[in-house]
């Protein structure tokens, strides 16, 4: 069993962290919708099929905000009443990058918000000699240096997955300005180890939880997420 609270007789609610995160942290604001949907599927009583359900709720809410943080440029279009209306168009591709397992239940979300979006992969694991995060697949659109990426991954830890995922990326050509991370809970750690290695990238999250515990699992979390969606509790 993971650990389930903080220390024993502690809690945590939904507004009780002290941290401020980096501006490049990007936080849904904490409505109270947002925190019914965290409250569901933080709860380890919540059965799969509600946990998937809301879950795909908060991922909808994440990747449109993710979408806020990518380049525009301004764009006029003249409306059917013949008049000019000044507004923007998205910079360039877009594309979603996912790290598997857990990462593929946002994919769904991103296709539901851009038409036809192109998605990637990235399966990274922990070398069994060395417990250096490694890479062990890849595939990614040809031209992904020239989109602006969703890199999707619900839970910000350690860090170290993402931290390689991420190595990929600029390996291929992508800015890392062009990087948005997007995932449901983040934690102080996991944010500090990716913005020390790269500190133009952008997290977006719906929310930072306190600290990670022993096992490396976010406090107070919501258990693990692949398992709790993909069902192989
Ligand atoms: N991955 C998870 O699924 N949960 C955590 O708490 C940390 C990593």
């Known amino acids: ?12 609610d939904a507004k009780s962290s002290s941290y401020t995160p980096p501006p490049n942290v990007i936080v849904l604001p904490q409505t109270k919708e947002l925190v019914a949907l965290m409250t569901i599927i ?18 909808r809410l994440l990747v449109e905000e993710g979408l806020n943080h990518v380049a525009f440029v301004e764009k006029t279009v003249i409306t059917p009443t013949g008049v000019e209306y000044k507004g923007l168009g998205f910079q360039g591709g877009i594309c979603g990058v996912s790290i598997m397992r857990a990462g593929e239940s946002m994919e769904q979300g991103l296709r539901e918000c851009c038409k036809g979006v192109r998605i990637g992969k ?6 069994e000699e060395t417990a250096m995060p490694t890479l062990f697949y890849s595939k990614l659109p040809e031209d992904i240096a020239s989109r ?9 830890a350690t860090g170290g997955s993402a931290h390689k995922a991420i190595e990929v990326l600029i390996e291929r050509g992508v800015p890392e300005d062009h990087i948005v991370f997007v995932n449901l809970v983040a934690c102080p750690e996991g944010i500090k180890y990716l913005l020390d290695g790269y500190p133009k990238l ?7 939880d306190t600290c990670l515990n022993e096992k490396k699992y976010i406090l107070p979390g919501l258990g693990d997420f692949g398992d ?3 069902g192989t509790a």
């Open 122 to 127: 990235i399966l990274i694991q922990r070398d």
């Open 148 to 156: 602006q990426v969703l890199l999707l991954d619900p839970m910000l």
């Open 228 to 230: 709790r969606y993909f």
């Open 42 to 59: 933080r709860d380890k009583e919540t059965g799969r099929s509600d946990f998937v359900f809301y879950s795909d709720r908060i991922i």
């Open 202 to 208: 952008r997290i977006v999250t719906a929310c930072v």
């Open 1 to 12: 069993m993971i650990g389930t609270s903080k220390e024993e007789g502690s809690a945590s």
